[in-house]
């Protein structure tokens, strides 16, 4: 099913600690899983992507980790700078279809 | 050189008023969408195209109508605006289901 607004949960996190942000998602048979970063007035980014066979993914100071048992998506973020304060959301996608089906999103905030 | 624009950023408008949103991608892609943004920052889809054909209609009021007239234009016609509709619209694009939209910045609708 999808997932349903609720008040958006805010992470505050020191600059230069590591963050990591989760996501339950919803569907079982999601096979493609994106995180994206929104940042005030602007449309959501795309940050990292991961397939469902996998169950980690790194870029540059970002991690994806996937655990299919639990349908549980974290966003890791390394060294956290004041630019990386932002909405972050992740995204699912079924096999065979079209749709993408958004989380409620967490903020990020840094603290200097 | 902006890869999904939209026109207006911004649109203030009274009860009953009938609007259009714009939206134009340059990035080639062949898919392209609609999505709506809450007070809350929930994204949930409303419409996409695939090369000016329908292919995602969620359950939305009959109140919008979507208009593909190539497959870099998708606009967004909302008639009888309701209290209701006030919301961030979101316009994407992708060019396959597996990399993800690029998003335009977003029309914030605020109807008084």
């Known amino acids: 099913g999808e997932s349903v607004g609720l008040h958006l949960p805010t992470l505050s996190v020191q600059e230069g600690d590591n963050s990591i942000i989760n996501c339950a998602y919803s569907n079982s048979a999601s096979d493609y899983f994106i995180w994206y970063k929104q940042e005030s007035g602007k449309g959501p980014q795309f940050i990292i992507d991961?397939?469902?066979?996998?169950d980690k993914r790194q870029g540059q100071r970002v991690t994806v980790l996937l655990n299919k048992t639990v349908k549980h998506l974290s966003l890791q973020i390394a060294a956290t700078q004041p630019g990386d304060s932002a909405v972050y959301f992740c995204a699912e996608i079924a096999s065979g279809t079209y749709k993408y089906i958004f989380g409620t999103g967490t903020r990020l905030k840094v603290l200097a | 050189d902006t890869a999904v624009s939209q026109t207006p950023k911004y649109l203030v408008t009274q009860m009953g008023n009938d609007k259009s949103i714009k939206c134009e991608q340059n990035?080639?892609?062949?898919?392209m969408y609609w999505y709506k943004q809450d007070s809350k920052k929930f994204l949930k889809i409303m419409f996409s195209?695939?090369?000016?054909?329908?292919?995602i209609n969620e359950t939305v009021p009959n109140r919008f109508s979507p208009k593909s007239p190539d497959k870099a234009h998708l606009n967004l016609h909302i008639n009888s605006l309701e209290l209701g509709d006030s919301a961030v619209y979101f316009c994407a694009s992708s060019q396959d289901r597996s990399r993800g939209y690029t998003f335009g910045s977003g029309t914030r609708l605020t109807v008084v």
């Open positions: 195209y695939n090369n000016k054909e329908l292919i």
């Open positions: 991961i397939r469902s066979n996998m």
């Open positions: 990035l080639g892609h062949d898919t």
